[in-house]
């Protein structure tokens, strides 16, 4: 079951919660999501398929709506790290 956060802190988000969210911003090495937090996480192109791809925009478009994971939250350096795989 995703859930859409509406709230200003990282820190309202936890490890394995599964969140709706927003596509902000594609770039070469993954995708940055709005999450309903002040900072956005990011999805490495890593972590959006199970297969490999060659850039981002194969699997994602800005404004797409995806449902992802939360792998980590580290509030010192204001890192959300996401994935797209087994959502």
């Not at 200003?8 to 988000?13: E, L």
């Not at 596509?23 to 090495?29: E, K, L, T």
């Not at 999450?35 to 999805?43: E, F, S, W």
């Amino acid at each position: 079951r995703s859930t859409r956060v509406r709230s200003s802190s990282a820190s309202d988000v936890y490890k394995r919660q599964v969140i709706k969210g927003t596509v902000r911003n594609v770039i070469d090495f993954g995708a940055f999501v709005d999450i309903g937090v002040h900072q956005d996480g990011l999805v490495h192109i890593s972590q959006m398929t199970e297969k490999y791809i060659r850039h981002p925009l194969e699997v994602v478009r800005v404004g797409d709506i995806v449902a992802v994971k939360v792998l980590s939250v580290d509030l010192k350096k204001k890192r959300i790290q996401l994935t797209m795989k087994g959502v």
